[in-house]
T-cell receptor, first 119, second 111 residues
């Protein structure tokens, strides 16, 4: 079974600094997808970035980049130039490979990291 | 606008009183699912549906029912809610390679 581990329950970062949120995953499948979501205090889930297991380049989306190290099974999120609005809960998730027996689109989530950006 | 709409956003109910949380998507997605979010546990899948009339259990299905009579709707039914079902619930649909869309969430409190 797939598993996602986020070992940092909470983190602080100063405004304008970069921050790395850790995520490791466990899967025996070769084809998978990795996601990061942001959840502000209002509760909605906001998609940030996606990395496919066969993607050779690390994914980037604006100030977000994903440091994908396949051999180490890690998919850390890097936020550059942190802003006060980045304060939120961040979830790492993995998509289960498509299989004919069902559940093929399931996302497995980590427990999240609460990020606080300070002045 | 492409979206997943959940209702209600907030609900306080009493133990044992049947309730339904509605979920509707306008993207013609085949796959839909329900998750619950609890502190320290992340999001866990309750039920999912691969298409109309095709549903299956996720990781934490006990105490929940779903139906998928139409492609756009995927309601979550709690026939006899209990306090341990107090949680934040999300409906999601998937289209394309990695295009998951989440609803805004339903905060349910069972007293």
């Amino acid at each position: 079974a797939q598993k996602i581990t986020q070992t940092q329950p909470g983190m602080f970062v100063q405004e304008k600094e970069a921050v790395t949120l850790d995520c490791t995953y466990d899967t025996s499948d070769q084809s998978y997808g990795l996601f990061w979501y942001k959840q502000p205090s209002s509760g909605e889930m906001i998609f940030l970035i996606y990395q496919g297991s066969y993607d050779e380049q690390n994914a980037t989306e604006g100030r977000y980049s994903l440091n994908f190290q396949k051999a180490r099974k890690s998919a850390n999120l890097v936020i550059s130039a942190s802003q006060l609005g980045d304060s939120a809960m961040y979830f790492c998730a993995m998509r289960e490979p498509y299989i004919l027996t069902g559940g093929g689109n399931k996302l497995t989530f980590g427990t999240g990291t609460q990020l606080k950006v300070e002045l | 606008e492409a979206q997943v709409t959940q209702n209600p956003r907030y609900l306080i109910t009493v133990t044992g009183k049947k309730l339904t949380v509605t979920c509707s998507q306008n993207m013609n997605h085949e796959y839909m699912s329900w998750y619950r979010q609890d502190p320290g546990l992340g999001l866990r899948q309750i039920y999912y549906s691969m298409n109309v009339e095709v549903t299956d259990k996720g990781d934490v299905p006990e105490g929940y029912k779903v139906s998928r009579k139409e492609k756009r709707n995927f309601p979550l039914i709690l026939e006899s809610p209990s306090p341990n079902q107090t949680s934040l619930y999300f409906c999601a649909s998937r289209g394309g390679d990695h295009g998951y869309t989440f609803g805004s969430g339903t905060r349910l409190t069972v007293v």
